[in-house]
């Protein structure tokens, strides 16, 4: 076996000059570093997008719900429409409005929390 | 991390990544030089998790037996090519390509296991402890993947 110890340790591999091989890590990096922008980018604008749409459907949900409990509706008085048909709906549902509303803002209080703890 | 701290840790590291993984790829120095390329790139996205509770050189290397594993999953791995053996500088003598030749052709009749703890230790000079942290086994298979090797290589290698 100290045969074998000696020509290993004798004969080490070895490496060609490459000159160019950290100028490549660099380039590549720069490209890794390109796609993280890019990735990080597209991740603002959704998470933008989606408190967007989550203040929008808060706003909305509070509008109906005020709407709803503020003025309520004779149902026996409602014509036809579209409009009498959503204030028909809201008030035959009120009781249960608050409760997508309190989900949406629990949702858009979980998304600002944790864009706020991914920054810090 | 930034990219100029990784690239000021990597920068001594390069030689000894390259030769470990050109024992590995049995002589192939491109296919080497790729495997080490993506070995730098897979350490610089995963910098983040590196908490310091190993050497640099350690959690790369991990990185680098790893990135050769896949490539082995993906591709057979290319037979050892007589011509990159002899890739010898010009003042190096015959008899010294040849027996890189044989070292080469011998290492790749390895298995991978084998062939990782006989170039960390060997061509490295790697402890047992530092070998067992990359490749991920305990010392005692360290030392039986070692003794197997030698076994194995005094049987390809004519002394």
Redesign the interface.
């Known amino acids: 076996m100290k045969e074998i110890d000696q020509f290993l340790k004798e004969n080490k591999p070895m490496v060609k000059d490459n000159p160019t091989f950290i100028l490549e890590t660099r380039r590549r990096l720069e490209s890794v570093e390109g796609i993280k922008t890019e990735v990080d980018r597209q991740r603002r604008s959704g998470r933008l997008a989606l408190i967007y749409a989550l203040v929008f459907g808060l706003a909305l949900g509070v509008f109906a719900t005020a709407l709803a409990f503020l003025y309520p509706v004779d149902p026996e008085s409602l014509g036809a429409g579209l409009w009498e048909s959503i204030r028909l709906f809201l008030h035959t549902w009120r009781q249960y409005l608050l409760f997508p509303v309190a989900i949406l803002a629990v949702t858009l209080g979980i998304v600002l929390m944790s864009g706020s703890r991914q920054s810090a | 991390m930034t990219?100029e701290r990784?690239?000021s840790l990597?920068?001594p590291q390069?030689?000894p990544l390259?030769?470990f993984l050109?024992?590995l790829c049995s002589?192939n120095?491109a296919l080497a030089?790729d495997i080490?390329?993506d070995t730098?790139?897979r350490a610089?996205?995963a910098s983040g998790s590196f908490l310091g509770l190993s050497k640099f050189s350690t959690w790369l290397f991990r990185i680098a037996y790893n990135c050769y594993v896949d490539n082995c999953r993906k591709v057979r791995p290319e037979q050892v090519p007589v011509t990159e053996a002899l890739?010898?500088?010009a003042d190096e003598t015959s008899d010294?390509s040849f027996?890189?030749q044989q070292?080469?052709q011998a290492l790749d009749k390895l298995p991978q296991k084998e062939k990782a703890a006989?170039a960390l230790f060997?061509?490295e000079d790697r402890s047992i402890k530092e070998i067992s942290a990359i490749l991920d086994m305990p010392q005692g298979t360290v030392k039986y993947q070692l003794s197997m090797g030698?076994t194995h290589?005094?049987q390809y290698?004519q002394?």
């Open positions: 990219q990784f690239i990597v920068q390069q030689e390259r030769r050109l024992a002589g120095a030089d080490a390329q730098l790139v610089y996205v890739t010898i500088k010294a027996r890189y070292l080469y006989i060997y061509f030698r290589l005094k290698i002394l």
